[in-house]
């Protein structure tokens, strides 16, 4: 099992930027492919990006594609997001969460609590 801690959420204006930090333990954290999900509310959790533990190749949601970028730094057993050009409906709970990604998408295993993004108008 692995523990996720993220932080960086917070309230900020339509095209700011925010940076998310996810810290894992508990397992290899260069073996593990990495992903981040988000949950609006009164909407389901949704994809927003991965990133695989070979190689780091990326994958984003469409909505996302060129606003948010996912990165890892495997010394530091930390995955960040780094989200410009924030709009109002990137408002949600971002998760962190480890899995495995494939052709069918990213699978996540284990989650973190949750950090709060709020974008306002």
């Known amino acids: 099992q692995v523990q996720l801690v993220e932080s960086g959420g917070g309230l900020v204006q339509a095209g700011d930027s925010l940076r998310l930090f996810c810290a894992a333990s508990?397992?290899?954290?260069?073996?593990?492919?990495m992903g981040w999900l988000r949950q609006a509310p009164g909407k389901e959790r949704e994809f927003v990006a991965a990133?695989?533990?070979?190689?780091?190749?990326?994958w984003y949601v469409d909505s996302v594609k060129g606003r948010f970028t996912i990165s890892r730094d495997n010394a530091k057993n930390t995955v960040y997001l780094q989200m410009n050009g924030l709009k109002p409906e990137d408002t949600a709970v971002y998760y962190c969460?480890?899995?495995?990604?494939?052709?069918?998408?990213?699978?996540?295993?284990?989650w973190g609590q949750g950090t709060q993004v709020t974008v306002s108008s």
């Open positions: 508990g397992r290899t954290f260069s073996s593990l492919d």
């Open positions: 969460a480890s899995g495995q990604i494939n052709p069918g998408g990213f699978r996540p295993n284990d």
């Open positions: 990133i695989s533990w070979i190689a780091g190749r990326t």
